[in-house]
């Protein structure tokens, strides 16, 4: 099946997979793709990855892997330059895309898989020129987003949604994250199911493992007793921090402040960057400042590091299209505290990995935290579960699925040439 397809050009516009997650527009996404990028290479896939440069001393070409090749792209200012003004740049970032594969003996490439809406617009013009597949990844949707908006966030413009609807009509198939994701593509968008396919992302499982929770609050320097609260995230309204905080300040005032420690890991995103002290202004006036951790985004390695040492992970998003965070701390053996949103769904299973919650009342969100945290037997259920969990997102099953929709596509398109042909 994989011999079908030799080599991939992988559209990410917006964020490098190179890029610090948890910063920035840098998140799941960019794991995503370098860890697929990855796996795809160790089964004799190469694969280009070609996203926007945001710094003049950025080199054109990076080796990034064995077997994986970034391209950064020169597309209007390196820096300076929010989200929401790169599709004006998309014109020049397809330039250099089709210039690149010009280099290239003709049909260098048999397929295009983008990633988020903006690459999506590149990866339709170049699929048209290269006359090879478009598989595409939504990651987040428009329509689901502002549908579920926090309190302060923006809504998606029409853009966006315009652009999105052209995918669903176009690319010769559509990754969904989730069996709930591909529902809200054929429902919202009017995709047809046969070209769908669910995929989940995985977790690096070599990684994220189970360590011991003492030692790893000894190198992060938190107390070896009591109860650790994590968030580990972009920091903007999407992803609501502040209801942790919200919920960790009910907590404490039932007489458990001193054993408890939030923990915040993350950098501004989107719309939290018009704020960047919101959430620690939010902890001053709550009460909680000395009790609460704000660590700037950090590396995979050390990342594993905090879920091992978390009595909790809680990920309280308004949307979440999978939930990676979720997962990864499973993996970790920590339980989880979630919204009952989206991917979440899937990430969390409700009452044996963690608990779920309806809306975002910090009340509700503090009762779970007690729940997972008191309740005799549960914690230690919930992270055995958790394990047992985690253990069915491994790279290696997302990358032999969608190995299948690739040559799914590339057979398609061939025989329609063929017939086309004859």
């Not at 917006?14 to 990855?38: C, F, I, K, W």
């Not at 070209?195 to 107390?223: C, I, K, S």
Request: aromatic share 6%; net charge negative.
């Amino acid at each position: 099946m994989s011999a079908e397809v030799r080599r991939v050009a992988m559209l990410s516009a917006h964020t490098s997979p190179l890029a610090q997650p948890g910063d920035g527009d840098a998140g799941g996404m960019n794991v995503y793709v370098l860890e697929l990028a990855r796996r795809l290479a160790a089964r004799s896939v190469e694969v280009e990855i070609f996203t926007r440069a945001t710094s003049s001393e950025q080199p054109p070409v990076v080796e990034a892997l064995p077997g994986v090749r970034v391209r950064h792209v020169a597309a209007g200012p390196f820096e300076g330059l929010d989200k929401e003004d790169l599709p004006a740049q998309m014109c020049t970032f397809v330039r250099d895309v089709l210039r690149a594969e010009a280099t290239h003996p003709v049909g260098w490439f048999d397929l295009i898989h983008s990633h988020y809406w903006l690459s999506g617009q590149v990866g339709v013009v170049a699929r048209d020129r290269w006359g090879v597949p478009l598989v595409h990844s939504m990651h987040t949707m428009a329509k689901v987003k502002n549908a579920s908006l926090a309190a302060g966030d923006r809504r998606e413009p029409a853009g966006r949604v315009a652009g999105e609807q052209e995918l669903v009509d176009t690319a010769d198939r559509l990754i969904a994250n989730t069996a709930d994701e591909a529902s809200q593509m054929v429902n919202l968008y009017g995709a047809d199911p046969a070209r769908v396919e669910v995929v989940h992302p995985g977790v690096d499982l070599e990684r994220f493992r189970p360590l011991d929770r003492t030692t790893a609050r000894a190198a992060l320097g938190l107390p070896h007793d009591g109860d650790v609260i994590l968030f580990a995230g972009r920091i903007q309204p999407l992803k609501a921090p502040d209801v942790v905080l919200e919920a960790a300040a009910r907590l404490m005032r039932s007489g458990r402040r001193d054993r408890t420690t939030v923990v915040v890991v993350g950098g501004p995103s989107g719309s939290g960057r018009e704020h960047p002290t919101a959430l620690v202004d939010l902890a001053h006036r709550l009460g909680i400042a000395d009790r609460t951790r704000f660590v700037p985004p950090v590396a995979q390695d050390r990342l594993a590091l905090w879920y091992a040492a978390a009595s909790l992970v809680c990920v309280p998003s308004y949307n979440e299209s999978f939930g990676l965070v979720a997962v990864e701390a499973q993996a970790c053996g920590t339980p989880i505290v979630a919204a009952k949103v989206g991917g979440l769904v899937t990430a969390v299973r409700d009452g044996r990995t963690g608990l779920l919650v309806d809306g975002h009342d910090p009340d509700d969100y503090a009762a779970a935290f007690a729940r997972v945290l008191d309740e005799p037997g549960l914690h230690a259920s919930m992270s055995r579960a958790a394990l047992r969990h985690a253990s069915r997102f491994g790279w290696d099953a997302t990358a032999e699925r969608t190995l299948a929709v690739y040559a799914d596509a590339v057979a398609e398109r061939r025989a329609l040439a063929t017939a086309v042909g004859h």
